[in-house]
């Protein structure tokens, strides 16, 4: 049957009007702009927000991906995207949620061409809001035309301090001539119009906590005898700023014939490092930033500049709740502990949470203020909890220590031998690390250095990992750190003279790195309400006689008679960001047979009772038969429990009471006289699992004993003794275990004084 030429054309035109309609679609995009908001953000993160049809706008999280947060940020001007972050991360945005199942391949121009519902045609809530963390790099001669980002008012592709031949061997490099590089050109900035304002933030982005006069006879010099290529712009900052990109632009200088800056020649900065960051020679940098008085400390961190706020306030420090937190205040901090401006000010206990009061609420800061203390603050923290914590994360100078230590043979970037670049023969050359005396402490060291967070392992032998063939030789031996060096060549190792009897090989030594650990505390208040006296017949003291509960003397001690025994209750709280975990896996356990139970750790706790001068008395020790979570802070599921040979460990937000009742959960002190006594506890004194924080797993108390009685009271925690005198002077030793005996001897003449004067330390 044939069809009526009408029928012919009719679909013809209807083909050709949807080829049109089609070909339309395609080649009229939408027009969108972009730009990152939101509050405590950087310039180069934010929620994204969506300019359409005249108004602002959200986009939803959902189906969003690494791919479209490419996009967002390449629109913007950013080379690619870190990472995006759903759940309104910056904050709830307003209006309406322009895009909704954005999926994007990643080589689109503009996130208006990623499929997607449709414009405003969404089910989400603001709630959704999505964010995004771009890099800071920027696209090499991108020129905004639409879009922008929020705040932001200069935009180049990366800036530095381009130090004169003189200061080139200096690290870290605190001087020379500023450089923009923009359109893919390094460019000099002229000076005129630049001030301390200007020169203040370029040296808190590059981890000095202030500027300096500086020589300018030798850079004039310099500048005459070099082409001039000057940036188009002159800069206003105000001092406050955390990043040039944040200043605003100045008045354009006209760069044909260079007139505006005739008279003028390039930016030179000179920045102050901090006493950590000082240069090796020494020439020139006595003006070096020190700390006078400290007076606030971070804690928790896993990197260098960074962790949870504490302030000393009335002899005792204690955290800052996180209301109104900001950059200033934490620039404050940082710019306080000799680092430069602060990144980040995190919130919600993002670096764990502290003990003690919570001194600072609200905090108030201009930003120029020498110490936080000097900010408006209120004192009274009402609905303030660990759980708000503050803290920082601070920019610090780039000292190059990730170049002088690498991990070596590891199945990822956080684990592996650790080996050095030393001098050898007059030329640089990797070598490995002596496993003799290395522990925890050490790893923490290189996994710090490495800035790849805290150590998780630490292993005497590697003969799994295959590290650099020609790094088999050992350069550094007898290696021992504290834990808090900078670089493991700060710690004590041996010179030249290396002594390591098992050789390197398959025994040298290995890292294992995360950025995430946990940090076990005392409860103080619950060791002070649960201490009592009990005289315990011999014959039923035999498991824990087994197990080295008991003092010496119990050795010639007939059955027939009794031990005193000082018990009490201890509540271990993990306050840290992960689980903490026995080091030995379930096979490994000891197994003892007159306790009928296994040991993930042998020694878990230490008991001591000192004198006045320090001296040990009587002590005891715990081993952890049972790590579990006895009780967990509401809303945490608790995930550890001893039954049946099950997991052991302690939950973040849970804690482990070990009960006043079972076995040596005492200290013997049979053979103790009446007096005042120094009773101290220490958990995971062995540090054979790593946490974020040791100097809080120490707790002294003063205890008196009359013979029949005991009292515990005034319990402390941390390493830290503080002590008050009538004239409210306040004075601090940090005596470590094993300090020297000069230490001692001094905070034990303290501790009899304030015994005299206040009964309290």
Request: hydrophobic residues 35%; proline residues 3%.
């Amino acid at each position: 049957m044939l069809c009526p030429i009408w029928i012919y054309c009719l679909l013809s035109s209807l083909m050709c009007m949807w080829l049109l309609s089609n070909a339309q679609s395609d080649s009229g995009k939408p027009v969108i702009q972009l730009r990152l908001a939101g509050g405590k953000r950087k310039h180069y993160e934010g929620r994204v927000e969506v300019f359409y049809n005249g108004e602002w706008g959200t986009v939803c999280d959902d189906d969003f991906s690494i791919y479209a947060a490419h996009v967002v940020c390449r629109e913007l001007g950013f080379l690619d995207a870190e990472s995006w972050l759903p759940s309104a991360k910056y904050g709830r945005g307003e209006g309406r949620i322009w895009l909704d199942n954005v999926h994007c391949s990643g080589s689109e121009k503009s996130l208006a061409h990623c499929p997607s519902n449709g414009f405003g045609v969404s089910d989400c809530k603001h709630s959704e809001d999505v964010g995004v963390v771009c890099s800071k790099k920027r696209i090499p001669g991108f020129k905004f035309i639409r879009n922008h980002v929020d705040h932001l008012t200069i935009v180049v592709e990366d800036v530095r301090i381009r130090a004169t031949y003189s200061h080139r061997k200096r690290i870290p490099i605190t001087e020379g001539f500023l450089e923009v590089k923009d359109g893919g050109k390094w460019r000099q900035i002229c000076n005129v119009d630049w001030n301390e304002m200007n020169s203040r933030v370029i040296c808190g982005m590059y981890g000095f906590p202030g500027e300096k006069r500086f020589n300018v006879r030798p850079y004039k010099f310099l500048a005459k005898r070099r082409k001039k290529n000057f940036w188009g712009f002159s800069v206003n900052c105000t001092g406050n700023e955390a990043d040039l990109a944040e200043c605003k632009v100045g008045r354009e200088i006209e760069l044909k014939g260079n007139r505006t800056c005739e008279q003028g020649m390039p930016v030179v900065v000179s920045c102050v490092p901090g006493r950590a960051f000082a240069p090796s020679v020494s020439i020139g940098y006595r003006k070096a930033y020190r700390v006078e008085q400290p007076l606030v400390r971070l804690r928790g961190g896993a990197l260098i500049g960074e962790g949870r706020v504490e302030v000393l306030r009335n002899g005792e420090w204690g955290t800052v709740c996180d209301d109104d937190w900001n950059l200033k205040a934490a620039t404050v901090v940082c710019r306080e502990l000799g680092f430069g401006s602060a990144k980040e000010a995190f919130t919600g206990a993002r670096m764990g949470q502290g003990i003690g009061p919570v001194v600072m609420n609200e905090v108030e800061c201009s930003g120029f203020e020498k110490s936080l203390t000097e900010c408006r603050f209120n004192s009274e923290a009402l609905g303030c909890s660990h759980e708000e914590d503050a803290a920082v994360k601070c920019n610090i100078p780039a000292m190059g220590f990730n170049k002088r230590l690498r991990l070596s043979g590891g199945r990822n970037p956080y684990e592996g031998r650790v080996e050095v670049l030393t001098e050898r023969n007059g030329s640089l050359a990797w070598g490995s690390v002596c496993s003799d005396s290395w522990g925890t402490m050490e790893a923490m060291v290189v996994c710090r250095q490495l800035g790849l967070g805290f150590a998780s392992h630490a292993f005497q032998e590697t003969w799994y990992w295959q590290g650099d063939a020609s790094a088999e030789a050992v350069v550094m031996s007898g290696v021992r750190c504290s834990g808090t060096e900078l670089t493991l060549d700060q710690c004590l190792h041996h010179g030249k003279h290396i002594q390591c009897p098992k050789g390197g090989g398959r025994f040298a030594a290995g890292a294992s790195c995360t950025l995430t650990a946990p940090d076990l505390v005392l409860s103080s208040q619950v060791v002070e309400q649960t201490t009592y006296l009990e005289d315990r017949p011999m014959y039923a003291l035999q498991c824990a006689h087994e197990e080295h509960c008991l003092s010496s003397s119990a050795e010639q001690a007939d059955s027939t008679s009794y031990r005193r025994l000082l018990r009490f209750s201890s509540q271990i709280h993990n306050n840290g960001q992960s689980d903490f975990r026995p080091r030995a896996a379930h096979h490994s356990w000891v197994w003892h047979e007159c306790h009928r139970h296994y040991h993930s750790m042998e020694v878990f706790t230490h008991y001591d009772l000192m004198n006045l001068n320090g001296t040990k008395v009587a002590e005891g020790h715990k081993a952890s038969f049972c790590l579990e979570d006895t009780h967990c802070d509401e809303g945490i599921q608790k995930r550890y429990e001893c039954a049946n040979f099950g997991a052991q460990g302690i939950t973040v937000g849970c804690w482990d009471t070990y009960r006043h009742d079972i076995d040596c959960q005492w200290v013997d002190i049979t053979d103790v006289k009446p007096g005042d006594y120094i009773f101290q506890i220490v958990i995971n004194p062995n540090y054979e699992v790593a946490e974020s924080d040791y100097a809080n797993n120490i707790m002294k108390c003063r205890a008196r004993y009359d013979g029949h009685r005991i009292w515990m009271y005034n319990c402390v925690i941390g390493k830290s003794i503080t002590l008050y005198f009538s004239d409210k002077q306040v004075e601090h030793f940090n005596c470590k275990l094993g300090s020297n005996e000069h230490c001692l001897q001094r905070q034990n003449i303290l501790i009899k004084q304030s015994m005299h004067r206040t009964s309290t330390f």
